[in-house]
């Protein structure tokens, strides 16, 4: 089946630097790509929509300037977390469609901010 | 609002069968989404309804009513390895998924 590949799993960083997380779609062209954050024992939360070729679509309530969302070609988009804080340590999970009905999820970034 | 409800946690017994419930409210209706996430990792797809009815697959099954806004995971056999969340989501008219809380199943022997 699709294959949807994020990268790092895990990164642990300095509070005030930033971090990258990849999601490739491995097998496939997603024209969308969906960023996610999970809080433990929460459910997901939509951060924002990534469209190839165009500005990503964010969720109220979260900073643009901070969440940075660049989808430069059909197989990779990148989220990077600017100036990291510890309140930005969380389960970061990306999602690309394949055609309309399947949603296929990375393996997830968990990143510490120290 | 959106809204996606299901219960926060269930037992089962080994071998048993297990039916978790989903009842969702969104704006327009395309799809609803099952899918299983074990501790500290991703979630993974389980099945998608988007036509009143029953979807088998495997050991799993979904079912779907439009006019209740209702759908059901059922799971027959089940396996220690099936102690996991079990998310439903639905997708509404701007192809967003709208995530319910997720439901703990525990298998006990």
């Known amino acids: 089946g699709a294959v949807v590949s994020q990268h790092p799993s895990r990164v642990i960083c300095k509070s005030g630097t930033s971090v990258k997380i990849e999601c490739r779609s491995l097998d496939f062209q997603a024209t969308t790509m969906f960023w996610y954050r999970q809080f433990p024992k929460q459910s997901l939360m939509l951060m924002a929509t990534?469209?190839?070729?165009?500005?990503?679509?964010?969720e109220q309530g979260v900073e643009k300037d901070k969440f940075l969302i660049n989808h430069a070609s059909l197989t990779l988009s990148t989220l990077t977390v600017t100036s990291a804080h510890p309140e930005d340590s969380s389960f970061y999970i990306c999602?690309?469609?394949?055609?309309?009905?399947?949603?296929?999820f990375g393996q997830g970034t968990r990143l510490t901010v120290v | 609002g959106q809204n996606i409800d299901q219960p926060t946690e269930m037992t089962a017994t080994e071998g048993a069968i297990v039916q978790i419930n989903c009842t969702y409210q969104?704006?327009?209706?395309?799809?609803l989404f099952w899918y299983q996430q074990h501790a500290g990792e991703a979630p993974t797809f389980l099945s998608y309804?988007?036509l009143d009815g029953l979807e088998e697959k495997g050991r799993f099954s979904s079912f779907l009513s439009r006019s209740k806004g209702y759908s059901y995971l059922l799971l027959k056999e089940l396996q220690m390895k099936d102690s996991a969340s079990y998310l439903c989501?639905?997708?509404?008219?701007?192809?967003?998924?709208?995530w319910g809380a997720g439901t703990k199943l525990i298998i006990k022997p």
């Open positions: 989501a639905a997708m509404d008219s701007n192809y967003q998924l709208i």
């Open positions: 999602s690309a469609f394949q055609g309309d009905t399947e949603a296929f």
């Open positions: 309804n988007v």
């Open positions: 990534s469209n190839e070729g165009s500005k990503a679509t964010y």
């Open positions: 969104t704006s327009g209706f395309n799809g």
